[in-house]
């Protein structure tokens, strides 16, 4: 058996080779590739989160102008207005037929001061006895036309109504569709400081490696640089080849002459040596 090395590095080589080695084993055990440790989500601004804030109040509660318009015309479109029922309604008719009654009474004290004829005995004025029933009768006639004018007016509100109706129907849509918006942009804010945690995360991981792969770069550089074979062949040992190569000439040599087995028995030995 033979044991055969055979450094392919030159001698004058060798000590620089040693020297990066070893530069890449301190910089594989003291890594030179830290990750990065500073702040990688710029933090949400007061106004962002604000913003935010109001959209999903807006879009939860809707405008309070959208919601009583809403109402109102939701109200025409029942024709809960035709009938005169409203108490704004009443209370401006009564303020009409109240005005009328108090001008009625202070025109009623200056009307009929003379009697019926000279010297009748009878204290009813005829001009006050003939009016008395005319301010019920007035006022019955202006509700009347003021009911009927009111009926008429809603019912072309009404008609209007129903074209506005659609567009307030689309409302609610819209505060949701708000909403969502709201909770769309805190969500996205909320998973692109995830995606960049996690590529920090990733980068951490792959120091290891990258600290690593600088001293695999070094082994693989001086891959080949010294090989050593071990064989048990006897060929391979000069040893071994000379006996050999010196019985072989031994026995061609004894086919000749004593002396021939001498000289075989040299020459043999001296080839082995040579070519084992």
Do not use: C
């Not at 202006?142 to 689309?170: C, P, Q, T, W």
């Not at 951490?204 to 891959?223: H, K, Y």
């Amino acid at each position: 058996m033979s044991t055969n090395t055979v450094v392919a590095v030159p001698t004058w080589a060798q000590d620089y080779v040693k020297q990066y080695g070893q530069m890449a084993y301190d910089l594989w055990n003291q890594p030179a590739l830290v990750a990065y440790g500073g702040s990688i989500v710029a933090a949400q601004p007061q106004n962002e989160a604000d913003g935010i804030q109001a959209l999903a109040i807006r879009g939860a509660g809707g405008d309070e102008v959208i919601s009583k318009a809403t109402a109102f015309i939701l109200d025409v479109i029942q024709g809960n207005r035709l009938a005169g029922t409203k108490q704004e309604f009443i209370d401006a008719l009564a303020l009409v037929t109240g005005n009328s009654t108090t001008d009625f009474a202070s025109v009623s004290s200056r009307i009929g001061k003379k009697a019926r004829y000279v010297g009748d005995p009878d204290g009813t004025f005829l001009a006050q006895a003939l009016a008395a029933a005319y301010p019920a009768l007035f006022n019955a006639r202006v509700s009347a036309a003021i009911y009927a004018d009111n009926y008429a007016k809603e019912r072309v509100f009404l008609d209007h109504a129903l074209a506005y109706g659609v567009e307030m129907g689309k409302h609610p849509v819209i505060d949701a569709e708000t909403l969502r918006k709201a909770g769309l942009a805190n969500r996205e804010y909320l998973q692109n400081s995830y995606v960049l945690d996690h590529k920090l995360f990733i980068e951490q991981q792959e120091m290891s490696v990258a600290n690593l792969e600088i001293f695999g770069n070094m082994l693989r550089a001086l891959t080949g640089s010294q090989q050593t074979t071990t064989s048990t062949d006897p060929k391979s040992n000069k040893v071994m080849g000379a006996v050999g190569g010196a019985m072989t000439g031994a026995m061609i040599g004894s086919m000749f002459s004593p002396i021939g087995t001498v000289i075989g028995f040299v020459v043999g030995g001296i080839a082995g040596w040579l070519f084992g």
